[in-house]
């Protein structure tokens, strides 16, 4: 997926096998093998292109990772407690890009708490 997610277009096996081959010695089976069961899990779709296919990812990788992280969350027994260890394993430039997208999804209309002591007073009215 790394690959087809790279080119960022439809690709085809043999780009694929010509890409692999400059780090690894790989057969062109074995690349075809893996985008065929990516085909049949539904993680790309495929056109044919006379004898071939052109194979393109169905979602994002940022999609792809949003949708491991819901999984993973969901499946605590405490979100609370798995965001906050989630958090604290957070680099200061994760940590940076996290407030940065929290901002996109709120909207410039919502107030920004970041700045305050207690963010539970703020809903409560005792802040910005």
């Given at each position: 997926m790394t690959?087809?997610?790279k080119w960022n277009r439809p690709v085809t096996v043999r780009e694929v096998?010509?890409?692999l081959q400059q780090e690894r010695s790989i057969a062109y089976t074995t690349v075809m093998t893996v985008l065929d069961n990516l085909h049949q899990k539904g993680?790309?779709?495929r056109e044919a292109?006379?004898?071939a296919y052109r194979y393109e990812a169905v979602s994002t990788r940022a999609a792809y990772a949003a949708a491991l992280m819901n999984d993973a969350w969901s499946q605590s027994d405490n979100p609370a407690a798995a965001l906050v260890a989630f958090f604290g394993m957070m680099s200061d430039e994760?940590?940076?890009?996290l407030r940065?997208?929290?901002r996109i999804v709120q909207g410039p209309d919502t107030p920004d708490t970041a700045g305050t002591e207690n963010p539970d007073s703020a809903a409560e009215g005792g802040g910005r």
């Open positions: 690959r087809v997610w096998l010509e890409d993680w790309v779709r292109e006379g004898r994760q940590r940076h890009a940065d997208a929290v």
